[in-house]
């Protein structure tokens, strides 16, 4: 039997900018594709600089891996595609304010542009179940 593929959109988490699924999880494995920062309650962006954007982005990854049993502890990797890498060190401090302690694997890419205007960066992520 081959392994069932389950995806999910969670409710208060950004909708899609396209015909996707934030979320697809087989068995403990879960990605979440690129997401901007976007606050769901509006559909605008969190705010015009990279710490705001960051910080909406990873509270969007709370929200949906605790939909799949799952939390920011639990990530194994994280890719950041960053549209200004004079943003970096600011990123970097909204990163750390919202991941604690955790430092997964990451990957920070500088990118030219980004499907959503007024986009600073997108992240997306591999992790695990609690379980």
């Not at 430092?103 to 007024?118: D, F, M, Y």
């Amino acid at each position: 039997m081959s392994p069932i593929v389950e995806t999910s959109t969670p409710p208060n988490t950004p909708a899609p900018i396209g015909p996707y699924n934030h979320i697809a999880k087989v068995g403990s494995f879960i990605t979440i594709g690129g997401t901007a920062g976007v606050n769901p309650a509006t559909g605008q962006l969190a705010g015009d600089n990279v710490a705001s954007q960051t910080r909406q982005i990873l509270d969007s990854f709370r929200v949906m891996l605790e939909s799949v049993n799952s939390d920011l502890e639990h990530i194994v990797h994280i890719n950041i595609f960053l549209k200004n890498m004079n943003d970096f060190e600011e990123m970097n401090q909204a990163y750390i304010e919202k991941m604690g302690n955790h430092r997964p694997a990451r990957t920070v890419i500088g990118v030219s542009e980004l499907p959503k205007p007024g986009v600073l960066l997108t992240m997306n992520l591999t992790a695990v179940t609690k379980e």
